[in-house]
């Protein structure tokens, strides 16, 4: 027992004398990071050129994306009668056409009726503008520096600003010509179109490809459903509140004014603008008080309430990044670039989610504790 103490105690000195390798061979130096934050601003920076010098064709596909998601689960209705796909595709974009051009027949004859009935305010309609524009013109009387100078400016009126980008009207036609059969070939070729897409990527990334085009489907989807869910409601409810005030045309102002709402921060102010126009001249000020109060509740009761229970799981952009964002798209094309500022900046963040030199952006667009690439919190 004695000898075998004796030989461990002899067996230290040799392990003391094994020499260690020198800090600098044995703890491996931190690489410095690349510093690829200039590709990625010279590369955020070339997408945005597209935008704004290809809108034409961008807003078309990607309107067309948006009409193939309401369309989809129509059409896979009936496909689940036994119809083919392209039968149950065309037949959705026929449904679809059918409602848009009976929606449009409807407004139009409303709107026509309501001209018919303008004349009959046509006093106070005209003392209301006289009275403004005796106010507008003491204003610029008071604040021109020039006088006798004759100053023209061309006019803008609601035309220009939808077609901003799209040149005539001419144009903005052709363009629309074609969204339907943009429609119908995305829900013939979905399942080809989402394949060949995930295998233009490298086979390492094509798991992260596949999971991003889902979510990005899953997100759209959501947020057309939601939308059309939400003016529904609010339409339902400004319906009710505008006929109980004897508003003429109230369905028509109700609905029009729910959709209206639906604009993210501009829409408190555009949702009180139909039942405004049609009771012009018959309104008391207390009226138009009510009005707007019913346009601004329902715009908040929709962003606060019915959006984050609604559609906050899939969008999971922070307020700051929304208005930013309605902000940039607004400028690059003008009145569509506020419906489909939400819908883009929501699919780019989950890209960013994606790719791992672009995670810090999608994390400066999303919340607090918001679902990363993975899907993880």
Known sequence: MAQAVTN????????????????????????????????????????????????????????????????????????????????????????????????????????????????????????????????????????????????????????DLMSRGFGSATGVALAASFIPFLAFFMLTWQEHARDATVGLFPLEHRREAHAALGLIAAMVRSFMVGNIVIALLIGGVSTVVFGLMHIPFFYFAGFASGFLSLVPYLGAVLAAFPPLFVAVGRLSLAEVGWILLTAVACHVIAMNVLYPKILGSRLRLNPLAVTIALLIWAWLWGAMGLLLAVPVTAGMKIVFDHVESLKPFGAWLGEPGSQNGNGKQ
Request: proline share 6%; charged share 20%; glycine share 6%.
């Open 8 to 159: 461990i105690g002899e067996r230290r000195p040799e392990q003391a004398d094994v020499k260690l390798p020198p800090p600098e061979v044995a703890v491996a130096k931190p690489r410095p990071r690349r510093k690829d934050w200039a590709l990625n601003a010279i590369g955020l920076g070339a997408i945005f050129a597209i935008c704004y010098f290809g809108e034409e064709i961008l807003v078309v596909i990607l309107v067309s994306i948006l009409l193939a998601f309401i369309m989809a689960p129509v059409a896979d209705f009936l496909m689940k009668l036994r119809m083919p796909r392209s039968v149950a595709a065309a037949l959705s974009v026929f449904l679809l056409l059918a409602a848009l051009c009976g929606i449009t027949y409807y407004g139009v004859n409303q709107a026509f009726n309501l001209l018919e009935e303008l004349p009959k305010y046509a006093g106070t309609i005209r003392q209301d503008i006289s009275r403004v524009l005796r106010k507008t013109h003491n204003l610029e009387v008071l604040t021109s520096g020039d006088k006798g100078a004759v100053k023209i400016r061309e006019s803008t009126n609601v035309t």
